[in-house]
């Protein structure tokens, strides 16, 4: 006889939370930060991925602020709907503001010049980003929150962009290859719209609280 799992004791529950909140923090505080530092550089540099680098992460906050929300409540559940909404609204902003702007690059405005601290952001980005990322999501698949998966799979999308803008202005300042950056732009901005409209339907995760159905979202094995 097939046994339905109840997800977690309560005392692991609580742990979970509490891990879920102090990463949300972590996640918005950086992005915080980076956002300052990759706008002010792109700025400097007229560079519209670093600037547009830079309003992800302000997209970013806006997702984990969501989840902040959603878990202030001692019944956080409630608001997991009300989250995924605000989470899926992000990627497609996220995803027609990249859009729009590798568009217009790869029609010759706004080409951007040598930026140092935008190759050490990018840098640091990459390093710190996965790490967030993998550990919000096993809380989270843990927990059986599908906001904080979708949010994890919003920091997930940062690393991408951060590769993105790496190898762009990397390619840019040691070959002139402009368009390397808005080509790929164009790849993540489809990532986006996907993982958006996952976080829209609601199959982000699968965990405790599909298991009490009885069934298991085929997005678990990713």
Not at 208 to 217: H, K
Request: with cysteine; proline share 3%; aromatic share 6%.
């Amino acid at each position: 006889m097939a046994t339905l799992s109840l997800g977690p004791a309560p005392a692991r529950r609580a742990v979970l939370t509490r891990r879920i909140r102090l990463l949300v923090a972590a996640t918005i505080t950086y992005n915080v930060v980076e956002a300052a530092v990759a706008i002010t550089a792109g700025t400097l540099a007229s560079s519209s991925a670093l600037i547009g680098f830079g309003l992800d992460s302000v997209v970013e906050v806006a997702s984990a602020t969501a989840v902040a929300w959603q878990f202030s409540a001692a019944d956080h559940e409630r608001r997991e709907r009300a989250a995924l909404r605000v989470i899926a609204l992000s990627f497609f902003a996220l995803a027609a503001y990249v859009g729009v702007e590798a568009v217009r690059a790869l029609l010759g405005a706004d080409q951007a010049g040598h930026s140092t601290p935008g190759l050490i952001l990018a840098a640091l980005s990459l390093a710190i980003m996965p790490l967030l990322s993998y550990a919000q999501r096993r809380a989270g698949r843990e927990l059986g929150s599908l906001s904080a998966v979708a949010d994890s799979r919003q920091t997930l999308l940062c690393t991408y962009l951060s590769a993105v803008l790496l190898v762009g202005l990397a390619a840019n300042s040691l070959f002139g290859w402009w368009w390397a950056d808005p080509v790929a732009a164009l790849v993540i901005a489809a990532v986006a719209v996907k993982e958006g409209r996952e976080a829209w339907r609601g199959d982000a995760c699968c965990g405790p609280a599909a298991g009490r159905a009885g069934g298991s979202s085929p997005a678990c094995g990713r």
